[in-house]
């Protein structure tokens, strides 16, 4: 007994220390609101904090900010803290809600965008983004499918980054992820992203069917690593190894 709950010590232990992963500690997050066409007007102006959390990295404190053109907006985070980040956003013609509904907080934030038309670029300019390393979310549904759009991140450490974007069905509740190449889905990721300065540029319209570039909302998530496995992680891996070894030729 004494063994197995020593045994049982030592591999929690090693997962403890030894687990390379990465992990989402804070995030802040950007939801576009509805209101000048589209068959849900009105919708999508209902605020998160009544609804419940919403994404696909959960969060509450949600930015909900109106009109296809604003800012600098200084943003919160999903604690609620008011942040030096700021937010200034332009280029978009239009400013409608898809229609889908508001019966959760994921619909709220999937119902209202900011939409191009096929020759215009709607242009995110985000500055002091307070995380040394974090992902970009970007949510896109319009009020039609088939819509398709370029989306382009660039940093002020890294080279821009582009992405198609597919909206190849309307959100009904569930989140997918296009792989970027416009194989369809509602939202995109942008990885492991530094810099705290970034201009996020809603396609310019291209792809397949109506060349369209909504955005709904954006996310951008602190991404904290944890350390490789340590020496010492892994020299109780293999006493524990040897303990296993032991008992099955006891």
């Given amino acids: 007994m004494y063994t197995n709950r020593k045994l049982t010590f030592m591999m929690t232990l090693v997962l403890a220390l030894g687990v390379s992963a990465s992990v989402h500690a804070a995030s802040i997050g950007v939801n576009f609101v509805g209101g000048q066409g589209g ?11 009544a609804d419940g959390p919403a994404g696909v990295v959960v969060q ?14 200084a943003l919160i985070d999903d604690s609620g803290a008011l942040l030096t980040t700021t937010l200034q956003w332009g280029g ?6 898809t229609g889908n509904g508001s019966s959760t907080a994921d619909h709220i934030l999937m119902n209202g965008y900011l939409d191009t038309n096929n020759n215009s670029t709607t242009v995110l300019t985000l500055e002091n983004i307070p995380y040394d ?8 549904d319009g009020g039609s499918t088939s819509r398709s759009g370029q989306y382009t991140v660039d940093t002020s450490t ?3 980054i582009s992405q198609i974007g597919f909206d190849n069905a309307n959100f009904t509740g569930t989140f997918v992820q296009d792989d970027g190449t416009g194989s369809g889905g509602n939202y995109l ?15 310019t319209p291209v792809g397949q069917g109506v060349i369209r570039a909504p ?5 951008i998530v602190e991404v904290i690593a944890v350390p490789e496995p340590t020496t010492a992680a892994l020299g109780l891996l293999g006493v524990a190894g040897m303990v296993m070894r032991r008992r099955n030729h006891a």
């Fill in 39 to 49: 068959p849900g007007v009105g919708q999508d102006l209902v605020l998160d904090n």
């Fill in 215 to 219: 955005i709904n909302g954006i996310q």
């Fill in 92 to 97: 978009s013609p239009n400013m409608f809600t």
């Fill in 60 to 73: 509450s404190n949600w930015n909900n900010l109106a009109g296809v053109s604003g800012g600098p907006t």
């Fill in 158 to 160: 890294l080279a821009p």
């Fill in 133 to 140: 390393v974090f992902d970009i979310i970007v949510y896109y």
């Fill in 189 to 203: 990721l942008f990885s492991g992203l530094t810099g705290g300065g970034v201009d996020l540029i809603n396609a």
